[in-house]
């Protein structure tokens, strides 16, 4: 039988009675002690039972100064810091912990993305005037090196290509276009400077071009992620209204439109179904477009910024994020379908609901989640008190998002929420938990990455 998974719940810990003054000095430490002792008691004893035959104890852990980790094809890949020298990339076993290869870590190097087959190694340097970087594809079972590219950058990955920018054009000046506003004035869309771009679609395993996208000064290059760093949509929008949407197998036009505007865009992105929402640039607010007639269906002209919204959020829907609530708009006519007070803070969304949370411009709490249903708002669970490990995709995921719970000044329990109903299957403990941690998950394994210490669990 399929062990099961309960939610955790600590909502009140322990407490002994106070100690009477002169005692205090001796017994202090033994009483912190010993609340400590009877939560995790509490914890290992509910989970036991929930799990049998599997503890809440990592797997293994990596102990020493870990910067970073990425998963993918079964693998967990690191930055760290070794005793005595530099950073090192360092690829283990998802299964044991066994150390599959390494390779010093240049100063300037990320890992940006990991799949079965390669893992992908950005080194940048960027000011206000140039850009100079460089793609480095290492085998991911070996740690060879398969291809280089410079200088480009990544954009992201889809269907066995790494979508990257090529720098084809390095003495072009670059940065935003401050004729139409202040850089300081949230209020304002500025555009960029006219410039040249090229994008290419690269071979994952060899790095060959398999296409070239050149965008003319004056026009706007948006791409659709759904789920970083996959890529889903590549389009261009010029000042006469001309989007052209890309195939992002070949590269080439697959799709061309013309919007009934004219003027600088400042950027614009896919919205709803058959609509495009465009940013014209100065201190007008979005405005959407259908694609089909070239139409403008209705403008937002709001009070809050354009980085807030409105940006398609629900089948049929936008959503506006101002400081104390959330706006949902009719994608049709832009008419405010239902409003949610005191979360303006998006995690993620699918066809049936919108996961946020609470966020206000003087509140900041990432352990109160709810779900509203994506017709009429209403609220259909909420969740306190487990906080969102750091650095979360922004979309609903079938494995849920990872969770954690402090039981003690340092220890945590790790779990995942089920987006469905907001309940929390709880995966494991750590013993040394200071902040957020940064948690990823491949074939069978979790991995959460906690101020320089990686604790590996089963999946369940």
């Known amino acids: 039988?399929?062990?099961?998974?309960?939610?955790?719940?600590?909502?009140?810990?322990?407490?002994?009675?106070?100690?009477?003054?002169?005692?205090?000095?001796?017994?202090?430490?033994?009483?912190?002690?010993?609340?400590?002792?009877?939560?995790?008691a509490l914890v290992a004893g509910l989970l036991t039972a929930a799990r049998p035959g599997r503890g809440l104890d990592p797997l293994y852990t990596v102990d020493f100064q870990v910067l970073q980790v990425r998963a993918g094809g079964g693998r967990?890949?690191?930055?760290?810091?070794?005793?005595?020298?530099?950073?090192?990339?360092?690829?283990?076993?998802?299964?044991?912990?066994?150390?599959?290869?390494?390779?010093?870590?240049?100063?300037?190097?990320?890992?940006?993305?990991?799949?079965?087959?390669?893992?992908?190694?950005?080194?940048?340097?960027?000011?206000?005037?140039?850009?100079?970087?460089?793609?480095?594809?290492?085998?991911?079972?070996?740690?060879?090196?398969?291809?280089?590219?410079?200088?480009?950058?990544?954009?992201?990955?889809?269907?066995?290509?790494?979508?990257?920018?090529?720098i084809a054009w390095p003495k072009e000046r670059r940065g935003f276009d401050t004729s139409f506003g202040s850089l300081d004035d949230a209020e304002v869309a500025l555009p960029q400077?006219?410039?040249?771009?090229?994008?290419?679609?690269?071979?994952?395993?060899?790095?060959?071009?398999?296409?070239?996208?050149?965008?003319?000064?004056?026009?706007?290059?948006?791409?659709?992620?759904?789920?970083?760093?996959?890529?889903?949509?590549?389009?261009?929008?010029?000042?006469?209204?001309?989007?052209?949407?890309?195939?992002?197998?070949?590269?080439?036009?697959?799709?061309?439109?013309?919007?009934?505007?004219?003027?600088?865009?400042?950027?614009?992105?896919?919205?709803?179904?058959g609509q495009e929402l465009v940013w014209p640039a100065g201190a007008g607010r979005a405005d959407v477009y259908d694609r089909a007639t070239g139409r403008r269906l209705w403008h937002w002209p709001g009070s809050t910024n354009g980085y807030d919204g409105p940006y398609p959020c629900l089948p049929g829907k936008y959503c506006v994020f101002g400081d104390r609530r959330t706006d949902v708009l009719d994608a049709g006519t832009g008419d405010v379908r239902w409003r949610v007070d005191g979360y303006t803070a998006m995690l993620g969304a699918d066809g049936r609901q919108l996961l946020m949370f609470r966020q206000l411009a003087d509140e900041f709490r990432p352990d109160d989640l709810a779900a509203f249903g994506a017709g009429d708002g209403a609220t259909r669970w909420r969740r306190t008190g487990w906080l969102l490990s750091g650095r979360e995709a922004f979309e609903l995921r079938s494995r849920g998002y990872f969770m954690w719970r402090p039981i003690d000044n340092t220890a945590a329990v790790i779990g995942r929420l089920d987006a469905r109903d907001g309940t929390v299957g709880v995966i494991g403990r750590a013993g040394e938990f200071y902040g957020s941690p940064q948690c990823v998950a491949t074939t069978g394994r979790v991995a959460c990455l906690a101020i320089g210490m990686l604790y590996v669990w089963e999946d369940p």
């Open 1 to 40: 039988m399929a062990d099961a998974i309960i939610e955790l719940d600590i909502s009140t810990a322990w407490e002994p009675p106070g100690p009477s003054p002169r005692a205090a000095a001796r017994i202090r430490r033994r009483l912190r002690w010993l609340a400590a002792v009877a939560v995790l």
């Open 76 to 166: 967990f890949v690191l930055s760290r810091y070794q005793a005595g020298g530099q950073p090192v990339i360092e690829t283990l076993d998802a299964r044991d912990g066994a150390v599959l290869w390494r390779r010093a870590q240049a100063t300037g190097e990320a890992i940006v993305a990991v799949t079965d087959r390669i893992v992908l190694i950005q080194a940048a340097r960027a000011d206000d005037e140039a850009y100079d970087g460089q793609l480095t594809a290492l085998d991911a079972a070996t740690g060879a090196v398969r291809w280089t590219r410079a200088p480009a950058r990544m954009v992201g990955l889809a269907g066995g290509l790494v979508i990257a920018e090529d």
């Open 193 to 273: 400077l006219p410039h040249h771009e090229r994008h290419v679609g690269l071979a994952e395993d060899s790095g060959r071009a398999v296409w070239t996208a050149d965008t003319p000064p004056g026009a706007v290059v948006s791409f659709t992620m759904t789920d970083y760093p996959q890529v889903s949509g590549f389009s261009e929008l010029d000042s006469d209204g001309v989007l052209r949407v890309r195939d992002m197998g070949s590269g080439a036009v697959a799709r061309t439109y013309r919007l009934q505007l004219s003027g600088t865009v400042a950027r614009h992105v896919q919205g709803a179904a």
